[in-house]
């Protein structure tokens, strides 16, 4: 059976056209279209691995990802987004597992961060000023016919 090749323009698009609704408007994207499905993982579709230091997004989609409906796609997309907000706390997390404590502090500002960022996101959507992100949402999806 010959492997079909995904097309990744589409999430390409869809991704910058939310950059700035979540701040990574100058980070670097890759998309990985992988190959082989974790076998440890067998419902997964997609992982996001930010790197909040050097500004690099990367988005790992897996077989599955390819089996969802556009709609399904699109909000597989919009919750590997929004683990960026979220990236510190989980970080902070993460060290705690390694014996690496962070102080009373450091947590507070972590989490009163993405809290900040994720009721800025809210408001915005609530009051209706992020109309280039819902016409984003709604355009991924189209089906694009292919220019000759």
Known sequence: MKKQKHSLERIQNFLGDLDFMFELNNFKRTLLDKELQPEDCPDLT????????????????YPNFWTLSLQEQRRVLLHELVHTLIQDTKMIANDLLNAKFHS?????????????????LLDRLLTGNLKY?????????????KKK
């Open 46 to 61: 997609a992982e996001v691995v930010p790197d909040m230091t050097y500004k690099e997004l990367t988005i790992k989609l």
């Open 104 to 120: 009373l502090e450091e947590i507070k500002n972590a989490n009163e961060k993405a809290t900040s960022s994720i009721t800025h």
């Open 133 to 145: 992100a819902k016409a984003a949402y709604m355009d991924y999806l189209e089906i694009k016919k």
